[in-house]
């Protein structure tokens, strides 16, 4: 295996993937699981996706899992959970966690590709496995539910940086 | 959305950058290995052994930093001289709640069917045939497939349908709206405005406004319709429009403010943020005719949802302390009441609400006061259901802390009551066991 590629490659994407790992958990901790085995798996196919898009593997990995992890979690007696939604972290920081957490899992999966990642609709439908119109729905069923239910992410969104 | 993607990228950017290679490889290698020698686990090489695990930097938390304010003149004013909200009244506090219990409250009887879901199989006949044209009004309106279900308001409690009006929706979560009297239906299209008197044949359309986004991001929501008026919002800013003649008056709030509520009595009521970077201040702003009062916030931290009456304000309360670190109830996210001449705390219902979907989720949301001391609420159970878990109506009386379930129906159906005739607990409190 090419070990110093895929050092290379994962030295230059790892933060931009545990940032959106964190934006779709809202959980550093879990964010970072759920990095670590996308580049686990990478690594296993290093070989086949080195020359491809290891990038989109990387996602599809970690959104998948998430999702993956929510339904799972459904069947599991809230008690065992606890937030671990940093209090030490920035306000804009919490003021998104927040709002994200009001969208369903696949909603933010497609909110995080499509305007965190800037992915394409195509692209966004090819990392997650569903149809561009899903992309399409899900997208805009996003942004309307921020809309209502996360003034405080609009009025960010809105402040002159 | 080149906004959001900054306020994205500003809100991770925080999020440090761990050697993952070393570990992700040393994984790999295991795995392999799992598979060639299974059962010999001892065996496993650790390639890239003394791997760096770098504990990422949090960003500590500071203390919000006092920014100016804008003030409706334009000017600015230092949040030290805004009068503050007290914190929570401990003495306020009710017992803690779990809300994934709400379906399984004792029902009182407001007028709506503890079920408030139209036959499937049996539909009454269209509101338009004409024995049913006398039909005054609705207590309650169900969107479901292709047509309205409205439940009337003579007692039978019968439920009658109607057809939309050949229009899209426009892109919303609250696209329809029952007049608080019930006689008034209204629904968000993709180019206009659209309502009918419940007992009318016809729908009447009018424009949206000039400047109105009919095509926001964020979609259009029908906030309130009192009598013939509707409050809209566009995502971005809110109108008032009249449904017989289209005229649009724009609601005037500072710019700041970004939840608005309209009291029964015209006063606006709003939630403001305002300071730059990524602290800002919170604030409680009313505005009665064009006098504007701020008060700062940030003892109550996180609040959505307002719903208001001449006395008292209900809100959601989300608050930034994991509930497993809430030193007491006071710090779990909530339901609280507040006076609205002081903002003292009437009332504060803690919930159980680990993942924080209830609040940040915006499962729990209040609706409006019933009676001097009754909040009807809604919350969807179990959290984390979204649209698959079941919507509950329910009553809080914030002096008692009594809660009542008045309704339930499936999450995601798109619903609204009329507000006026929802009975008073007061009045039927003798059959309530």
């Given at each position: 295996m090419d070990e110093q590629g895929f050092t290379e490659w994962v030295t230059g994407r790892q933060r931009q993937l545990l940032r959106s790992a964190y934006l779709l958990t809202g959980d550093l901790h879990r964010a970072e699981d759920l990095v670590q085995e996308a580049l686990t798996k990478v690594a296993l196919r290093w070989a086949r996706l080195a020359d491809g898009n290891p990038t989109a593997y990387a996602l599809r990995i970690i959104a998948r899992d998430n999702i993956s992890w929510w339904r799972r979690r459904?069947?599991?007696?809230?008690?065992?959970?606890?937030?671990?939604?940093?209090?030490?972290?920035?306000e804009t920081a919490l003021v998104v966690r927040r709002a994200l957490a009001r969208l369903t899992p696949a909603q933010r999966a497609v909110l995080v590709l499509r305007h965190?990642?800037?992915?394409t609709e195509r692209e966004t439908a090819d990392v997650l496995g569903v149809s561009i119109g899903t992309v399409k729905s899900q997208n805009a069923a996003a942004l309307a539910r921020l809309r209502t239910g996360a003034p405080e992410l609009l009025s960010l969104i809105g402040r002159t940086p | 959305m080149t906004d959001l993607h900054r306020v994205l990228t500003e809100a991770t950017e925080h999020v440090g950058s761990p050697d993952l290679a070393g570990r992700a490889l040393a994984g790999a290698h295991r795995r392999r290995v799992r598979r060639a020698?299974?059962?010999?686990?001892?065996?496993?090489v650790l390639v890239?052994?003394?791997?760096?695990?770098?504990?990422q930097d949090r960003v500590p938390h500071a203390d919000v930093v006092d920014t100016p304010v804008p003030t409706p003149d334009g000017g600015t004013v230092d949040p030290a001289d805004l009068p503050a909200v007290p914190a929570i009244?401990?003495?306020?506090v009710q017992a803690l709640w779990d809300p994934a219990g709400a379906g399984r409250l004792p029902w009182v009887d407001?007028?709506?069917?503890?079920?408030l879901q139209p036959p499937v199989e049996t539909y009454d006949p269209?509101?338009?045939s004409p024995p049913l044209?006398?039909?005054?009004?609705?207590?309650a309106v169900v969107a479901r497939d292709d047509r309205l279900y409205l439940l009337d308001t003579?007692?039978?409690?019968g439920w009658y349908s109607l057809e939309w009006p050949d229009e899209p929706l426009a892109?919303?979560?609250?696209y329809l709206a029952l007049s608080r009297d019930g006689t008034m239906l209204s629904f968000a299209g993709r180019d206009g405005l659209w309502s009918r008197?419940?007992?009318?044949s016809r729908w009447r359309r009018v424009d949206y406004p000039d400047?109105?986004?009919?095509?926001?991001?964020?979609g259009v929501s029908i906030e309130a319709l009192v009598a013939e008026m509707a409050y809209l919002s566009d995502g971005e800013d809110r109108w008032q429009i009249?449904?017989?003649?289209?005229?649009a008056d724009e609601i005037s709030?500072?710019?700041?403010?970004?939840d608005v509520e309209l009291a029964p009595n015209g006063v606006v009521l709003g939630l403001g943020s305002a300071g730059r970077g990524p602290y800002f201040v919170r604030a409680l702003v009313e505005m009665i005719g064009s006098r504007t009062s701020v008060t700062r916030?940030?003892?109550?931290?996180s609040l959505t949802g307002l719903a208001a009456d001449e006395d008292s304000l209900v809100a959601t309360r989300g608050v930034s302390t994991p509930p497993g670190d809430a030193?007491?109830?006071?710090w779990r996210n909530g339901l609280v009441a507040l006076d609205?001449?002081?903002?003292?705390?009437?009332a504060y219902l803690p919930i159980r609400d680990p993942r924080w979907a209830y609040t940040d989720g915006g499962l729990l949301t209040s609706i409006a006061?019933?009676?001097?001391d009754t909040v009807l609420a809604q919350v969807v159970a179990?959290?984390?259901?979204?649209?698959a878990g079941e919507l509950t109506l329910f009553t809080w009386?914030?002096?008692?802390?009594e809660l009542r379930k008045v309704a339930a129906l499936p999450a995601g159906q798109r619903f609204d009551v009329a507000i006026d005739l929802l009975g008073s607990l007061g009045s039927i409190a003798g059959v309530v066991q």
């Open positions: 459904r069947d599991v007696p809230t008690d065992s959970f606890r937030d671990a939604g940093a209090s030490e972290e920035p965190f990642e800037d992915l | 020698a299974a059962g010999a686990l001892a065996a496993v890239g052994g003394g791997v760096a695990w770098a504990v009244d401990p003495g306020a407001l007028g709506l069917p503890e079920s269209p509101i338009e044209v006398s039909m005054r009004g609705a207590r003579d007692g039978t409690r892109p919303a979560d609250d008197e419940v007992r009318s400047g109105f986004r009919a095509g926001s991001e964020y009249d449904v017989q003649t289209g005229r709030v500072p710019p700041y403010v970004y916030a940030d003892a109550l931290q030193p007491d109830d006071t609205r001449d002081d903002w003292s705390t009437r006061w019933l009676d001097a179990p959290d984390g259901a979204y649209d009386n914030v002096e008692t802390g």
